[in-house]
């Protein structure tokens, strides 16, 4: 489970890094066929890549993996952050869906002008906010610093009695 954790979340990780180098391409080439298929690649990445690995660790493998380690769910701020980082990262990539929907759509019917520009701009600078999110949550992953929740406190305790009463017994 660990493995795959790993793999949806840096999955998830690079298919941001190259969303936005696509981003930053439509925003400055003068090229109009090449931004046209940055918008057209983008909306295909965004809806067959980037949405399904961003639910896969939020969903699936960051709850499974918590329930057979020692870090738990709640037990650890770090947890906690990267979780809030998680749900945050894939609530504002909902929110863009839209944007990337309405460029794609645009740049397929070559339509796109400067009005444009703002949701051009937008683009750019979730998928650099999201790629820096997403950094941190890495980072914590990776370095588990200290800090233990009081419910992390409350389970380590019971675990303590639990195996101090176990050897009280024998």
Do not use: C
Not at 13 to 41: E, K, N, P, W
């Amino acid at each position: 489970m660990r493995t795959a954790h790993i793999i949806f979340t840096v999955g998830w990780l690079g298919a941001v890094a190259a969303f936005l180098a696509l981003a930053i391409v439509g925003l400055t080439s003068q090229d109009m066929q090449m931004v046209r298929a940055d918008y057209l690649a983008m909306e295909v990445i965004t809806r067959y890549v980037i949405v399904p690995l961003s639910l896969i660790p939020l969903l699936v493998t960051g709850p499974l993996l918590s329930l057979g380690t020692p870090w738990g769910l709640f037990r650890h701020y770090w947890i906690i952050v990267k979780l809030v980082i998680n749900i945050l990262s894939t609530l504002i990539l909902f929110v863009h869906l839209q944007s990337i929907s309405y460029l794609s759509r645009v740049a397929a019917e070559g339509t796109l002008s400067n009005a444009d520009r703002g949701a051009q701009i937008q683009l750019v600078v979730a998928a650099g906010a999201g790629l820096l999110a997403l950094l941190v949550a890495t980072g914590l992953a990776v370095y588990k610093p200290r800090g233990i929740t009081p419910y992390g406190w409350r389970k380590q305790h019971e675990e303590r009695t639990a195996s101090s009463d176990t050897n009280t017994a024998t």
